[in-house]
Structure formats: C-alpha cells, structure tokens
C-alpha cells in the first residue's frame, strides 16, 4: 500500500496539482483546466488537512457510482473536511472545462462565525458516492460566488479581506444546504426504500438478540450495511421522518421498553440491559426524558 502523503496548506494542493503559488496562503480556487497533475496522482494516497469543495463539470465528471433518475445530469459538487483520505482513480481535470475547486485551511474561519458552525455542514462527511447533483442555475451561484472569493484575494489585501472571504463561502455553503434539501426532495421514493429498509435492519437487529449481546447499534453500524455514510442516512432520515437516526432508534428503543415493562415481570435493570443500555440508570434516565415519568412510575400507573 502506498505511503499517504499529506496535503497540510494550500501551498501543498499547489504544488500536488501543478499551479502557480496560491495567491492567498489561506484560500484558493482554482480550475481544473489549469491543473497539471503528476503522472503518479491517481496512484497515491492523499490525507487532506484542508476544507475542499470539488464541482465537476458534468460532460466530464467521472463517478464510480451509478446516478438515479432523480438527479440533475449537469455536474457534481464533492466535499471534504480536514483528515479525511482520498484515492483518486484518474485524473480529468485536463479536459474537466467549468468544474472548479476552493480549498480553504481551518485557520481562515477559526475566529470567525463560520468556523464555530462549519460542523453543521454535514455534507462535509458524506461518501463519495452521496456526491451533491447541481443545475445549471445552482452551479451559476456557486461559480459566482467563488469568483467573489478570487477577487478579494487577487486585490490589495486589507482589514475587510477575509471577513469578506469567508462570509462568501459561508453563503456558497449555505446555498450547498439548499440544494441538497432539494436532492433529498427529489429522491424522495428512492429514500422511502432506504427507509424501510433501515427499519427492517433495526427490527431484525432487536429481535435476534444483538442488543443484549453487542449493545445498541450507531450510525455507523446501519450506513455500512446501506452502503452509505452515516451522517447521510440520518441525514435522510430526518428529511423524510422528521428523526435523526439517533432519535429514530431512542424511540424505537422507549417503545419496547414500554411493551416489556407492561407485559413481563423483568427488573427495570433486566430490561435496560436486554435493550442494550450499559447501565441501567442511562435507560431511566432516557425514559424519563421521553415519558416524563420513571420505567417504575409508568408501571405503576398500569
């Protein structure tokens, strides 16, 4: 396996695609038909320690991964955050004309408004393959709001650079919200399938025992078996049931608790334990929270 080799300032993605020194040591956009990668680029393994936005241009885009009807065809937008690993498979951006690229290293928003809300964007944690479809209307916004970015950065720098700088891929990350609101929207019956399928995933999950045996499963348990990244599934599921895949499954869980303290005659701490709560007092704690009354005080009431 080749050794990862790290992409630690934006000087480094310069040089890693062939540009000129960036004009910003923060910040750069730069486009694909002017990126010459190394031979070896699709060869190696790259550790970015940067933000990275990536639209590509649809007639060139190429995707490892199948599109749904749903999508618009014109092109895709892929995010990064900082520590994530990339392994590109082939280098298009020669002939990739209009997709573009902004890099930003987390010192540019670290004080600022955007650096204390950049975890909101949870697309930044989506799978290649959750990439974000655009228009040719949204790809417009975007573009033009990178070409604000360039601006600032090719003029003499002063004190309103970078809050103007930031505040415009804080509006092109906005805009990236909406669209994919849009995109969930759009591929509503698609994720109505993925939907019965997690909750067949979690049914069968309880009813052979796995909760007592191996605990309460995460976001990562149910992604790998949808083939999708967590903070995507919930994501989803938050769209199309108005739950976080964590609330989903804590109801999921309070509902069963209910049943079980109705109808046998276990502990509160037998039942804790058979849905896979470590501690029987994390279990009171989140019926209560959900009932507004102890797992005791609601068997009493019946």
Not at 234 to 240: A, I, N, Q, R
Not at 268 to 275: D, K, N, P, R, T
Request: hydrophobic share 30%; with cysteine.
């Amino acid at each position: 396996m080749n050794e990862i080799i790290n992409i630690n300032s934006v000087a480094d993605y310069h040089r890693l695609a062939g540009l000129q020194s960036p004009k910003h040591p923060l910040v750069s956009v730069s486009f694909h038909k002017d990126t010459v990668p190394s031979e070896d680029f699709a060869g190696q393994r790259y550790a970015f320690g940067l933000y990275y936005i990536s639209y590509k241009n649809g007639k060139y885009a190429r995707m490892g991964y199948g599109r749904s009807s749903y999508d618009f065809q014109e092109g895709t937008l892929m995010f990064m955050s900082p520590g994530q690993v990339i392994s590109p498979a082939g280098s298009s951006h020669e002939t990739d004309e209009g997709g573009w690229s902004l890099a930003f290293h987390p010192d540019l928003i670290r004080k600022s408004a955007l650096g204390e809300k950049i975890g909101k964007y949870s697309f930044f944690s989506y799978d290649v393959n959750e990439a974000l479809h655009v228009s040719e209307s949204e790809i417009r916004i975007l573009t033009e709001l990178t070409q604000k970015i360039i601006m600032e950065y090719n003029q003499n720098i002063d004190q309103h650079t970078q809050n103007l700088i930031i505040s415009n891929i804080e509006l092109l990350l906005d805009y990236c919200n909406r669209y994919y609101d849009r995109q969930f929207y759009t591929r509503t019956n698609l994720n109505k399938d993925c939907v019965t399928r997690f909750e067949q995933l979690l049914h069968n999950y309880s009813s052979s025992g796995m909760l007592s045996q191996n605990g309460i499963p995460g976001v990562s348990y149910f992604g790998e078996k949808l083939n999708m990244s967590g903070h995507y599934l919930s994501d989803m599921l938050k769209k199309e049931t108005g739950k976080s895949l964590k609330k989903y499954i804590n109801d999921f869980l309070i509902n069963n608790a209910k049943t079980m303290l109705l109808g046998s005659a276990d502990s509160v701490s037998q039942i804790a334990y058979s849905l896979g709560f470590e501690y029987p007092q994390h279990f009171s704690k989140l019926f209560k929270q959900k009932t507004g009354m102890s797992p005791v005080e609601y068997r009493s009431l019946n």
